[in-house]
């Protein structure tokens, strides 16, 4: 166990002063259900925590970032940054999934690829460092891992609607996108859906999630990206 967390403190450059605070951002409640251990042991009260901390971090740099822009935009922006996907996907950027401690249920059924358990686990680590070592290396580790690439990041959470402005930008009266499910994968209790994006009947690209709208999102962000190279090979 002390080598999986020496690992881990490699990948984010970042070590505890106090172990015990790392293995709890890791431990999933069923993992500690599984073992009949106190409610404290699982990381839920440290991603309250680190829920907490990401959002001041985050909106003083965003507020010190971007002196004129509105509140709404503000916002907004943050949103982007600290959503679900948004954070799952930096949990995949640290290998997160593979350092947490699960239940066999929850292992059985993929959860360590789920973007509620990762962007969760996520926050509990920002916590676990904020208790160990303080705002300011909490917010070391929110800036290289969160607040980071932000166009790309703000492109993926509105994706839908930015290729809607795209397309309509050059059409506006025979535009139609539509998002049909191609297939859908696993069991009823961890399904997740494949879609396309199809653009006036031409399918561009596809994406997958364990929900219909994440799945949406990454197959809109997938076509700008490919729009995007269109355009640029004119």
Same mark, same amino acid.
């Given at each position: ?8 403190? +490699? =990948? ?7 172990? *015990?605070? !790392?293995?709890? $951002? ?5 993992? &500690? ?72 249920? +929850? =292992? ?7 973007? *509620?358990? !990762?962007?969760? $686990? ?5 916590? &676990?460092?904020y208790l160990d ?77 364990h929900t219909k ?22």
């Open positions: 166990m002390s080598e999986r967390l020496e690992q881990f403190q +490699e =990948i984010i450059g970042y070590h505890f002063q106090n172990k *015990s605070l !790392l293995k709890n $951002a890791l431990t999933h409640s069923s993992f &500690a259900n599984e073992r009949r251990w106190k409610y404290e042991a699982n990381n839920e009260r440290l991603e309250f925590l680190g829920d907490a901390v990401l959002e001041v971090v985050s909106s003083d740099f965003i507020f010190h970032e971007n002196p004129h822009m509105e509140e709404g935009k503000m916002t907004k922006l943050r949103a982007s940054l600290v959503c679900e996907m948004s954070l799952a996907e930096s949990a995949r950027e640290i290998h997160l999934g593979e350092y947490l401690y699960m239940g066999h249920g +929850e =292992i059985r059924t993929g959860g360590a690829g789920r973007d *509620s358990i !990762l962007s969760d $686990a996520f926050e509990a680590v920002i916590g &676990a460092i070592g303080g705002v300011e290396r909490a917010r070391e580790f929110i800036l290289k891992y969160v607040l980071s690439d932000i166009e790309k990041k703000q492109l993926f959470y509105d994706s839908k609607s930015i290729l809607q402005e795209m397309v309509q930008s050059v059409d506006k009266e025979r535009t139609s996108i539509v998002y049909p499910v191609i297939r859908e994968e696993g069991p009823d209790h961890d399904k997740s859906f494949v879609v396309t994006c199809q653009i006036n009947g031409t399918e561009y690209g596809t994406g997958r999630g709208k994440g799945a949406e999102q990454k197959a809109a962000y997938e076509t700008i990206l490919m729009l995007r190279n269109q355009r640029k090979e004119k």
